[in-house]
C-alpha cells in the first residue's frame, strides 16, 4: 500500500492566512477520528506546535494558530480511511480553501510515505514532533507516575530499545531533528513538560 501523494503543491496561494475556526476544527477532529488514543496524540501534537510557534518563534496569535492547526489535523483521516492517510484530510482542506502552508505542513509530516519533502519551519517541527511525540506518551504509560520525573536519559534509553513502541519509526525521528537543525535532547526537553498537560 503506497501512501505516495505524488505532487508537492497543495491548496492556493490565494488562501494565504485562511483558518478553520476553533470549533469548526474540533468538530472535524470529533466527526472524523472516533478513536480517543489517536485524537489525544493530535491534541498532544497540536499543543506542541502551539507552544513552540508561541515560545521559539515568538509568533503572533494567528500564526500560532496556524501551526496548532496542522498539529491538530495531521492524522485526521487516519482512523476512517487509513489507506488514503494524507490524501483525504488535505483534499478536505482544499475543498475548504485553508491557507496551503498548512497543507503542506500536514502533506510533509511523513516524507518517507508521502513523498513530500519539509521546506518550512512549520513543516519541519511538525514531522520533528509526531513519532517523538508518540514515543514519549508511550513511556509516560508504561510509568509508575506518568510524566512525574521523566527525564531525558529515560527517554532515550527506550528510543535505543527496538522493541519499544515498535511502531514508532526511529529512522524518522533521526531524519527529523537533524532537518530541523534540533538535537535531540532539546527536542525532547520541550516535548515533556507541554505534553505532561494534555490529556
Ligand atoms: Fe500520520
Ligand atoms: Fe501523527
Redesign the pocket.
Known amino acids: 500500500m503506497s501512501l505516495m501523494l505524488g505532487r508537492d503543491v497543495f491548496g492556493n496561494e490565494a488562501n494565504k492566512g485562511n483558518v478553520l475556526s476553533k470549533e469548526e476544527a474540533h468538530n472535524l477532529l470529533n466527526d472524523w477520528v472516533k478513536n480517543s488514543r489517536l485524537q489525544l496524540?493530535?491534541k498532544q501534537?497540536a499543543a506542541l506546535m502551539h507552544a513552540w510557534a508561541k515560545e521559539k518563534e515568538n509568533l503572533n496569535d494567528a500564526d500560532v494558530w496556524r501551526w496548532e492547526l496542522a498539529g491538530l489535523l495531521?492524522?485526521a483521516d487516519w482512523d476512517q480511511w487509513p489507506e488514503a492517510h494524507c490524501k483525504k484530510i488535505i483534499e478536505e482542506l482544499e475543498r475548504r480553501n485553508i491557507d496551503p502552508e498548512i497543507i503542506h505542513a500536514i502533506a510533509s509530516?511523513g516524507h518517507l510515505h508521502f513523498g513530500v519533502v519539509p521546506q518550512t519551519k512549520m513543516d519541519k517541527m511538525l514531522y520533528a514532533f509526531?513519532e517523538l511525540s508518540?514515543l514519549i506518551h508511550a513511556y509516560s504509560l508504561m510509568r509508575p507516575n506518568g510524566y512525574e520525573g521523566m527525564d531525558i536519559k529515560g527517554v532515550k534509553k527506550r528510543l535505543k530499545e527496538k522493541s519499544f513502541a515498535a511502531n514508532v519509526s526511529r529512522e524518522d525521528i533521526n531524519d527529523a531533528c537533524e532537518r530541523a537543525g534540533i538535537a535531540l535532547d532539546d527536542l525532547i526537553a520541550f516535548i515533556i513538560p507541554v505534553q505532561s498537560k494534555i490529556e
Do not use: I, K
Open positions: 496524540h493530535m501534537v495531521h492524522d509530516h509526531d508518540g
